[in-house]
């Protein structure tokens, strides 16, 4: 089974930026979907963007214009760069390859 290890989550003022990573323990480049995934106190947890294979992205309209997924199958990576971000944006983040395998989650926390 692949394991997902986030790192890049922290305590940030609102409109600044957050540069999410997430490493595999095995190669990436045959897995079709990736993804972010957040889940605020009380709330559901909730897709922010995924990626595929060849590139294909999508963002939750939460989150469009300012955050951008990318993946790095030479690194078995995938990342998220959040700018302009909002306390709304609070929460923990999770990588996942749905279906299969979810990392432990970094808390992103936005404050002034």
């Not at 997430?22 to 106190?41: D, L």
């Not at 990318?70 to 959040?82: C, E, I, K, V």
Request: positive net charge; charged residues 10%; aromatic residues 10%.
């Amino acid at each position: 089974q692949v394991q997902l290890v986030e790192s890049g989550g922290g305590l940030v003022q609102p409109g600044g930026s957050l540069r999410l990573s997430c490493v595999a323990s095995a190669s990436i480049f045959s897995i079709m979907t990736m993804g972010w995934y957040r889940q605020a106190p009380g709330k559901q947890r909730e897709l922010v963007a995924s990626i595929t294979s060849v590139g294909y992205v999508h963002y939750a309209d939460s989150v469009k214009g300012r955050f951008t997924i990318s993946r790095d199958g030479a690194n078995n990576a995938l990342y998220l760069q959040m700018n302009s971000l909002k306390p709304e944006d609070t929460a923990v983040y999770y990588c996942a390859w749905p279906g299969a395998s979810w990392g432990q989650g970094t808390q992103v926390t936005v404050s002034s």
